[in-house]
Each structure stands twice: as structure tokens, then as C-alpha cells.
């Protein structure tokens, strides 16, 4: 394993190569100073388009960065000619932040060794940022600490996929039964394209995962009573100068990933910074998991292609074979005990 001193002594000697990678920076003082924001037939900030999410920089700062929160050129350098090795090798599939672990590392691990895994043909382009982190807030590039419900629930949750792993289609995960990956969807580098649509009165979000469609009003309108939850919640967008805020509640606890998700709220902030580029804010507030509110940073970069058909779809072939192999697994382990 490359250790942080090894790590700057390799990329002194690393060999920069030309490669599809784009290296944005995702500071203000990075733009364009030229540019200026185009805007719809409404006079709106115009947002749209296909963007990709396929950034490198994982949610969490990892260790070996401590308190160093963007890269050197070098560093940048670096992971440019890391990434593209990686690539080429055409090994197991690297989803978020494994890229950048195997860039640091040296090795490659593969997430699903047991079954066989992708490999690198099935995902994107990996583009090079310079943060070493996405979580801006807290300032160590770390999720806060978890509430004391928080890790009695992610253990409950632990062990009973252990104990009861596939007793029926709802013990599977609402995201391998293809319900949902949550909004908005954040994850990098498979399937994590969003396309925007803009009228006078709303901002439609089209998310390739699972081809979820968030459909945000921007006119004056109350918002949800209380007791109506939905699984993306209840957003509803404005327009801060050239930043569009969308603030989202009424979440569905059965649809989040933690304890207490209906009281979750987010706030995300949208702003175009050049042709190819937008800049992405989303701070969380999720009191049933963690102690305090995060904010993440991504940028994400102008595609020319269309998104997709994600052909995914609740009941598929695949949820019979997995509750068929269990019910094999139990007959096994009944035949062994007689």
C-alpha cells in the first residue's frame, strides 16, 4: 500500500498522459471569469441539459488526506494517470469513491468477490476534481457523529439481514427491487446522470437510476400536510439570484436509509458556473441518524449524450432467483440436520 510519503514521492515520477478525464476545479476563483449565465425564454437561469455525476472525490475525506482539504496539481496529476491505468486494466468495477482508494492504495478490490463482479466497461468516464472530500461542512470531511438511534437501528438492520436475509421480497432492500435509490440520487460513476427540464413554473429532474423523476414546482404553493409522506418527499424550488434552492421535506420513513426519515429536510443549491459545468450544494438535516446537519459539494459536468432507458422494474426475474436460492439454502441446511 502506498503510504502518503510514497504516495507524493510516486506521483513526482508519474508520467502525465492525455486522457478523457476532466480535471474541474470547484472553487469560485476556478471559473471562467468571461462567462455569464444564459437564461430560458422565462428569463430564468438556464440549468438545462444532460450532466454527469462522475467525480472521483468520495463523500468522506480519507485519512491519508488529514485536514488537506483540495489537491495540488501534482496530486491532480497524479490521479489523472492513476485513473486512466485503472481503467485500462479493465478489472472489476470501481463504483464511488474505489477508484480513488485503488488510485491511493495500489490495489484493487472488488466489492462482490463471492458472485463475480462488473467490470470497468459497464461504468463511465471517471472525472478528476479537486476536493479531497464532498462533505464541505463538517469542515474535517467527515459525516457527524450518529445519535445514539442512529446505531441501534443501522445494527437492528445489520443483524436482521443476517438472521432473515431473503424470508420474503420485503426483507430485499428498496433499491434491489428496484422502488428507489432515494432523491435526489448522489451516487458517482453508474448509472449517475441527471437531465434537467425547465418551464415558467417548474424544474423537472430526470435521474438515470431507476429513471426516478423529480417534478419541482417553482410557483407559491403550500407545501404537504404533515401526515402525507411520499418517497421522495415534498420539494418545492426558488430562485436565490442565479441559484436554484430546492428545499424538500415530507420524506417516507420506508424510503430512507435511516430511522426517523420523515423528519429529514434538504436543502440543495443548483448553479450553473460555466458551458460545462455545474456546481451542486446539498445540506442534509437527518436528526434520526446523525447529530448535526452535513453539506455536500459535487460538480457536475455538461454531457452531449442522452440518458438511457434504466429498464429496471420491481418483481424482476432476479428477486425470484434470490428468494429461490434461500428456500434451496434452507432446504440444505434442513437436509443436513436429519
Not at 463511465?124 to 446505531?151: C, F, L, M, W
Not at 428498496?174 to 428507489?180: F, K, L
Not at 411520499?230 to 428545499?247: A, K, N, P
Amino acid at each position: 500500500m502506498l503510504t502518503r510519503f510514497s504516495k507524493i514521492s510516486f506521483m513526482n515520477s508519474a508520467v502525465l498522459v492525455t486522457t478523457a478525464f476532466t480535471v474541474m476545479a470547484v472553487t469560485a476563483s476556478a471559473q471562467d471569469t468571461n462567462w455569464t449565465v444564459g437564461y430560458t425564454i422565462d428569463g430564468q437561469p438556464d440549468l438545462q441539459g444532460v450532466w454527469a455525476n462522475n467525480t472521483i472525490t468520495p463523500v468522506e475525506r480519507p485519512d491519508a488526506f488529514a485536514d488537506q482539504e483540495f489537491l495540488s496539481a501534482e496530486e491532480v496529476e497524479f490521479l489523472q494517470s492513476r485513473v486512466t491505468e485503472i481503467a485500462e486494466e479493465d478489472g472489476d468495477a470501481l463504483f464511488g469513491g474505489g477508484v480513488l482508494a485503488a488510485a491511493l492504495s495500489g490495489e484493487t478490490v472488488s466489492y462482490d468477490p463471492t458472485t463475480g463482479n462488473y467490470d470497468q466497461f459497464w461504468l463511465a468516464d471517471r472525472s478528476v476534481h479537486n476536493r479531497t472530500s464532498q462533505i464541505i461542512d463538517p469542515p474535517d470531511g467527515k459525516y457527524p457523529p450518529r445519535t445514539e438511534q442512529g446505531i441501534a437501528y443501522f445494527n437492528a438492520v445489520a443483524q436482521r439481514r443476517i438472521d432473515h436475509p431473503a424470508d420474503s421480497w420485503l426483507d430485499r432492500p428498496i433499491t434491489e427491487r428496484c422502488v428507489s435509490y432515494g432523491a435526489p440520487y448522489l451516487g458517482s460513476g453508474y448509472n449517475s446522470y441527471w437531465q434537467i427540464v425547465q418551464t415558467k413554473d417548474h424544474v423537472v429532474i430526470v435521474q438515470e437510476m431507476i429513471h426516478d423523476v423529480r417534478i419541482i414546482p417553482l410557483v407559491d404553493k403550500p407545501v404537504l400536510d404533515k401526515n402525507i409522506k411520499l418517497w421522495h418527499g415534498d420539494s418545492r424550488g426558488y430562485w436565490d439570484d442565479d441559484t436554484l434552492v430546492i428545499e424538500t421535506t415530507n420524506y417516507s420513513d420506508a424510503g430512507g436509509f435511516g430511522p426517523n426519515n420523515s423528519a429529514k429536510v434538504n436543502v440543495e443549491r443548483v448553479t450553473r458556473i460555466s458551458d460545462t459545468a455545474l456546481h451542486y450544494e446539498i445540506t442534509v438535516n437527518d436528526p434520526g441518524t446523525y447529530t448535526a446537519p452535513y453539506t455536500r459539494e459535487i460538480i457536475f459536468d455538461y454531457s452531449p449524450e442522452p440518458i438511457y432507458e434504466y429498464a429496471c422494474h420491481e418483481g424482476n426475474y432476479g428477486m425470484e432467483y434470490i428468494l429461490s436460492g434461500h428456500r434451496a439454502q434452507e432446504q440444505f441446511a434442513h437436509e443436513a440436520k436429519n
